[in-house]
């Protein structure tokens, strides 16, 4: 029942989010009423207006859930609505963009509105996709980020940009971006929002989007529309007409200048029949880049364009440029995040050159294989662009300087290396790993004296500085500790100190250590050498990173007695838990859990010393146990019952 709950609450959250939405063109018809939303709720006329209107329905015949938050992809469709798509543009919209939104994998009921916002640059493509690989468009919509959208599609986008300085009166101005604080502002100018805020003098940008205040602000900017000669009823444009080719003349081929001087926009390109020439742009000029609407910012030096010209002049009727899609790799020469600029410098064969980008406001950043923001990057990192246009909207980079610390997981020295190279690789405290070169050129310290690479060991403490991967300075230090465990494996290696392993009685994992060359050895508290170490020793260790430098072993394990009562107790496997009153074990104290093994040979005794078998023994029982504690079991070699 539990399961079937949870799928219901699912399904109602996609009806939540479509249920608003109404198919086709807006229709006029009988005003719903809803039973949440009666005359005395503050958004009844709003919502009474956007229904009577069509724009908006309820989420059932009966019922508006005015608290209802809106996603981010239902809040888009409501959007293109109210900026009043004819039939041809959403066709031609979804027909253009049904590839991407298949791949984002868009809800068909939600494919419509997108298109539109899409082909109408309320949203663009990098917007869309960077809401998408963030998770965001199942999830309620920003009241801060619907202002954006809100103004392309009212057509006021020119005048939220005009706007140099913006003063707006919330109490909570500064949680709101400047970029877009411009929206903000347009919004409160036209009406849509109100300079009290949400009653209490406070924005609050980042708050969710519900369906009552998203009814407010429809019908408010619709009114503003109507007031103001901006188109509230669907038409059904034509296309710009194809000149007369009786009337233009023809001509193709690759921008090679952009000049803008003033109301003046000049083109020079470079063709095959004229060689360089300049033409002109007006204002009834029509630019199209890739077949869609495009303004003269949406072009750039070198691309390929066809030309329309008015007859026997360089007065341009028509551009069609295409996108020009560009990889270049190299590192950042300068950068103005603030600006969105970025100066690349590469080679091309034996020559150093470099380009100048503008940057997308959404560019997708990552830099040292993270997620990361422009402001994040510094000249000399190592970077990877992708850009349209000159516009760079997808950067991979490897910064230039690397500061890590971290532990010494491996250092190999690099194979036919005449620069005495080695490779390290160190893991910081979040378990992420990095790789570096260790080069002749390299300054090395550990434990504060001057070393040299085959000197590091692994599990040493380690400060690195690296230039482009290649270490510069690094300074390590011998971590030692204590530790106690079981032997379970010995190798010897012809020419190589003796390795074993130690099942760490602390950290319950096997540890794999070289033994030093001055390694101090005692068995059974008898000086000796590493001939005499075994598998199954109870040994305690102290280590320098990852050689030991002193053990002592115990052959039989750590002498003990145990005191306690029984929890468990299988006489099949011949195993007790044990829960300790008393004990003269370092680690143990009272209420611990002891597992303990009983031998086959092991004496037991009832409390008149009689000798009994385990079967008399019971859960709750006292019990004293004399034997060996190996870090791990503790084998009892008599038992008696107290």
């Keep these: ?106 809800e068909s009921w939600a494919k419509e509105g997108l298109a539109v916002c899409l082909h109408r640059g309320i949203i663009t493509e990098s917007q869309l996709r960077d809401v998408s690989k963030k998770g965001l468009v199942k999830k309620p919509i920003k009241k801060v980020d619907i202002s954006e959208y809100l103004v392309k599609a009212m057509g006021l986008e020119d005048e939220a940009q005009s706007k140099l300085i913006v003063a707006l009166p919330f109490k909570d101005v500064l949680s709101i971006e400047a970029r877009q604080a411009k929206y903000v502002q347009v919004l409160l100018d036209a009406g849509v929002y109100d300079a009290k805020g949400n009653g209490d003098g406070t924005f609050k940008p980042n708050s969710s989007l519900t369906r009552d205040v998203m009814a407010k602000m429809m019908s408010t900017a619709y009114d503003y529309m109507e007031n103001n000669g901006i188109s509230t009823t669907p038409t059904n444009p034509t296309s710009p007409e194809t000149p007369d080719s009786t009337e233009t003349d023809s001509v193709n081929g690759q921008i090679k200048i952009l000049t803008e001087g003033g109301a003046e926009k000049l083109v020079t390109i470079t063709d095959k029949v004229k060689g360089q020439a300049t033409y002109r742009l007006s204002n009834t000029s029509v630019i199209t880049v890739d077949g869609k609407s495009a303004s003269y910012a949406s072009l750039t030096e070198g691309q390929e364009v066809e030309l329309e010209l008015k007859r026997n002049t360089n007065q341009i009727v028509s551009l069609k440029a295409k996108s020009i899609e560009e990889s270049v790799s190299g590192k950042i020469k300068s950068i103005n995040a603030t600006g969105l600029r970025m100066t690349l410098e590469y080679t091309e064969g034996s ?54 610390e971290g532990i010494i997981k491996e250092i190999t020295k690099v194979k036919d290396s005449k620069d005495g190279e080695y490779d390290i690789t160190i893991v910081d405290d979040k378990d992420n790993v990095y790789e570096f070169i260790i080069n002749d050129k390299s300054y090395i310290t550990r434990n504060n004296r001057k070393a040299k690479a085959e000197d590091l060991k692994v599990k040493d403490d380690a400060y690195v500085e690296a230039e482009y991967n290649i270490v510069k300075d690094i300074d390590a230090e011998v971590v030692k500790k204590n530790i106690k465990g079981q032997i379970v494996e010995q190798s010897t290696r012809l020419h190589q100190s003796i390795e074993i392993t130690v099942l760490n009685q602390d950290t319950k994992k096997e540890e794999k250590y070289a033994l030093s060359k001055d390694v101090y050895i005692r068995v059974d ?118």
Excluded at 376 to 381: H, K, P, R, Y
Excluded at 572 to 578: G, Q
Aim: no cysteine; hydrophobic share 40%; charged share 25%.
């Design 1 to 106: 029942m539990k399961m079937k709950s949870v799928k219901l609450r699912k399904g109602m959250t996609t009806i939540l989010a479509s249920a608003i939405l109404i198919s086709g063109i807006p229709s006029y018809g009988a005003a719903p009423r809803f039973k949440d939303v009666p005359a005395s709720h503050w958004a009844y006329s709003y919502v009474e207006n956007m229904a009577k209107l069509g724009y908006i329905s309820g989420t059932t015949s009966t019922t508006f859930s005015p608290q209802g938050s809106l996603n981010f992809d239902a809040a888009m469709s409501l959007v293109a609505r109210l900026s009043n798509p004819s039939e041809a543009e959403r066709t031609k919209a979804l027909d253009g963009y049904d590839d991407l939104l298949k791949e984002l994998k868009i």
């Design 525 to 642: 508290k008898t000086v000796t050498s590493p001939i005499d170490l075994k598998t199954g020793y109870y040994i305690e260790a102290v280590t320098e990173g990852d050689e030991i430098i002193e053990i002592s072993a115990d052959s039989k394990g750590l002498e003990s007695t145990l005191l306690g009562k029984i929890d468990y107790i299988n006489t099949r496997n011949m195993e007790i838990i044990l829960i300790i009153e008393n004990t003269d074990l370092d680690d143990s104290k009272y209420g611990d859990e002891i597992t303990v093994r009983v031998k086959k040979d092991a004496i037991i005794a009832d409390r008149s010393l009689k000798a009994i078998s385990l079967s008399h023994l019971g859960r709750g029982d006292k019990i004293l146990i004399a034997g060996t504690y190996d870090g791990f079991y503790f084998v009892a070699d008599t038992i008696q019952l107290r």
């Design 351 to 404: 020559k150093t050159l470099s380009k100048e980008f503008n940057v997308d406001k959404n560019v997708e950043v990552y830099l040292n294989d993270k997620s990361a923001s422009l402001k994040d990057l510094n000249e000399g990192d190592l970077i990877e662009v992708k850009s349209s246009n000159n516009v760079i909207y997808d950067i991979e980079a490897i910064s230039k300087i690397k500061k890590v």
